[in-house]
């Protein structure tokens, strides 16, 4: 038991790139960490870190054995969770990476359920445009929409969302109603700083449209809100509007045609997740699926 505590301590070290935040991290002092670390090296035999006044990199053989230490420790990890499982909800604190205008029109709206049905779990959002870095960053899962960049992380495609075109009754009261796509060169159209062409699809065929207004942003919250309020059309994800649509602050424009899906994923460092994540990405595909 002792060597695989001495593992998971190596793997922290190596995550952090440092004894003073693995330390914070595991809760040990720095000292009794170093020394830890040194007795598993001398056990080992072989050098596994550099050491320098700024920074901790793995030697050869430290790589081997942390690609081999890092599985043994999920796994060991992953083992007593699912036999406390047996006896109790997932618990924990739950930390997520979410984007911002994702979290906030459509997600806030569905934790309460969640909150209920795991009372032992506690949260932790970070509502952030950047892509968190989840080898070095505490966090269980970062939720992503659109294309991702290719990378050795783990991703579960939750949904594809679709979208369509929507404007507030008000506005196509004073603007009038598109007939066609070729319209919406006519209106307001709410785009992203560099989506200045709009690509819609009726079936199988599709057609660009030139969208021009005098609003940019980069905000989907935004666009949503100044939809709202009779500034133009916005092409956004139904699962976003919902609320709108029943509520007729908004409604659907050229409702045959539809812009691309946008696909919604479950990002993690590993595919040995502990019951709180699970839980929370499966609820996640739920409410996406049934949207």
Known sequence: MELLNDMALFVEVVKARSYRRAAQTVGVPNSTLSRRISGLEKAIGLRLLHRTTRK??????GQIYFERCRRIVDEARLAHEQLGEMLAQPSGILRVSLPVDFATTYLASK??????RYPGISFEFDLTPRRVDLVAEPFDVAIRM????????I????????RYL????????LSGEPGGPADLEKHQCLCFPRGDVWTLHRGAQSVEVAAGGRFRLNSIGMMRRMA????????????????????GRLRRVLPQWQAAPIS???????????AKTQRFIEFLSECLTRT
């Open 111 to 116: 934790l309460a359920e969640f909150s209920r």
């Open 155 to 162: 991703a579960r495609k939750l949904a594809e969302l679709p």
């Open 166 to 173: 929507y404007a507030s009754p008000r506005y196509l009261e």
């Open 146 to 153: 659109g294309e991702l960049p290719d990378s050795t992380l």
């Open 56 to 61: 901790i990199e793995l030697t050869e053989a």
């Open 264 to 274: 919604v994923h479950a990002v993690t460092e590993t595919r040995l997740l502990p």
């Open 228 to 247: 709202g309020l009779d500034l133009g059309i916005a092409m956004l994800a139904e699962a976003i509007v919902a609320e709108d649509l029943k509520d």
